[in-house]
């Protein structure tokens, strides 16, 4: 950021310096550095903020050059010539993991090597015609039984004049392109394998800016784009460019500045892998650490087993510098050696002569592998690292699997002794309602703080969780929190309701449960005990998702729904009133604890009018008894339903009374039955000995079956002329959509959305007309 501020002002940190640059970081960070926290703590993040710590910080910093020294003491750091992924904006080493891979059209160059001898050509493939002013040998396959006369042999190297060997090595592939393949050392990975192997000539064509260099001869100056098309015009100026067909291919990219990164042979510093990887491997898999989904397990082996060396060295200024120095004393008896200290070094230790440091500062992933125990002043053994290490679980996004957990395991197993974490739990990323990546360029990036104004903190909190499924993406919709805040709102509504029919009683922190409740107040009290079990399980399994949908469902469908007028009930009769209005407190006191994590703000203010002291959070989780439900609760409830239904259907006020007749399974109607449904049904429930007859709409739940008298209630021939209209309309619009989907023409041409629409609308309107002729079935 600070180096894109700089450019607009036509500076680079190369014009100010080391010292000047880092400085600026520095006021940047002072500047902005904070901004990531105040959103946090705006969103309610609730943390303990006294124990902040950045990566930069004297103590961490301490941490970061004992584990360099530590692992170079160990022969497991070490400086060396290697190919390395360099980006030339950049103009630094990136590890394998900061390299974004995408297919892009390329081409595939064929290029005939003449044999020195003059007796034939071999030809070679490549994706990189520049890369062959760099060649050392051609090599084949050791069974390939077309070049085996060639091997030991040389070709001569077109455009340079260089004698390179025709080799034979098991790591080319006989059936890719000739079966030849021209070997790149300092400009390939595989190549440099086997450049290495057969000691090869290691020839760097390229300057750090990506142009060639003088080893490119004529083409020195080019970039290496603009060389590469040079090339091949030279090429076949001589006859000598076989072909060029087109090849989709994966081209890697520096994930900062999306620029082609190029294979390159640096001078770098590297971590040996392979001693750390594998304890980090078999932790994983003897159950030491897990992952939730265990379906990342997969990704994290498949990685961390084909891990090459890590470069851990940078060509930038910010960042922890490599606490290496290097004897400068070219005079005679002067050493000339490498030092790695845990203290900073003013002259070689060796011959007294002068030192430098090495230039280069750490991958930032590397201060970042030791976050579980540098924040706590390792190497030091202080309390809370004894305490906090190992921490009890690690979340976060799939993306940074690779960057940073499986980094976290090697290191910490390695230092510490076991894993960081038991639990390595991972979510998805928040996307675009339309699933793609936010980004500014897209225009579709959601800034978090602009949702909270707009709707709320938690209101963007809820809909966040109970989006987030295990391991999956978040296309986020705006009206997921537009619901959200809709939630938040009923659950401010019923705790007016409660609160305004408390009349002073005190509610308590915890407890406090009534000892002999009413039958709608065990149901209550038996679901939420239900419910506050299923949620725990579901958070003991990282289900945030299905924990908070379960318990957003309870609260809104059950206890707003059903039980606040279920109790207003209860809260007529001076008998039960005191016990309705405890169950009343209880259950909204528990629930606002559940509900607390994901809307901390709305169940804070509710709390301070609920119980009156403390915090939510800092209560008891809430474990209510199980208290035994009252049998059929399900059939009440959905008797009642059904009696709204045929007045919403038949247009009858909600005022004008009923009756409803019970003439089977009138065993399982429980006598507190009629007070809900003079409440809620404005009916009166009557138990019958047999089926009334005609002129009755029957109601069946379970092995209820109950009837409503009609007479009175409607005017039975104009309901049944009324009817008779409407299915008359409605078969006449089914016949239509039937027709349209009858016609073979229609069905093969329509655009399939169409011709899914109007087989939906068949069943729409099949089904109403079921349920109109069930309704004059019942007219008689």
Known sequence: MVERELAVEGVSRHDLGRDAFIEQVWEWKHRYGSRITEQMRRLGDSCDWTRERFTMDD??????????????????????????????????ALAEIEVEYWDEDGELASIAYPLTSGEGQIVVATTRAETMLGDTAVAVHPDDERYAHLVGQAVTLPLVGREIPVIADEHVDPEFGTGAVKVTPAHDPNDFAIGERHDLEQVNVMDEHGVINEKGGRFEGLDRFDARRAVKEALDGLGLLVGVEDHQHSVGHCYRCSTVVEPYLSLQWFVKVRPITVPAIDAVRDGSSRFVPKRWENSYFNWMENLRDWCVSRQIWWGHRIPAWYCENAAEGGCQETYVSREDLTACPDCGGPVTQDEDVLDTWFSSALWPFSVFDWPNETPDLATFYPNQVMVTGFDIIYFWVARMMQMGIH?????????????????????????????????????????????????????????????????WVAGARRFGNKVWNAARFVLGNL???????????????????????????????????????????????????????????????????GLRDEATAATTRRTLAVALRDVVKLLHPAMPHLTEELWSHLVGEGFVASSTWPAPPDVAAPEGVDVLQDLIGRVRSFRSQHGISPRQRMDLLVAEGGEAVEGWWSGQFEALANADLVVVEADPGPGHTRLVSGPVHAFIPLAGLIDVDAEKARLAKAIGEIEGDLRKSEGKLANTGFVANAPEAVVEKERAKVQELSARRASLLGQLEELG
């Open 503 to 569: 009349e002073g009683q005190v509610v308590e922190a915890d407890g406090g449960y009534p000892e002999d409740p009413g039958p709608a107040d065990r149901w209550i009290l038996h679901r939420l005990s239900e419910v506050s079990v299923r949620f725990d399980e579901l958070c003991d399994e990282y289900r945030f998702s299905d924990a908070f949908g379960l318990l957003y469902n309870f609260m809104w469908s059950e206890l707003f729904d059903w039980y606040l007028e279920m109790a207003k009930v």
């Open 415 to 479: 230092f510490m002794g076991e894993v960081p974490y038991p639990d390595i739990v991972i979510h998805g990323l928040v996307r675009a309602q339309d699933g793609r990546k936010m980004s500014k360029s897209l225009g579709n990036a959601i800034d978090p703080l602009e949702v909270a104004d707009e709707y709320g903190a938690d209101p963007l909190r809820l809909a966040l969780l109970q989006a987030a499924a295990p391991g999956h993406d978040v296309p986020l919709d705006m009206e």
């Open 59 to 92: 103590g961490l910093s301490t941490a970061v050059r004992e584990v360099f020294v530590s692992l170079y003491e160990q022969d497991l750091m070490y400086r060396g010539n290697r190919i390395i992924n360099w980006c030339p904006r950049c103009t630094t």
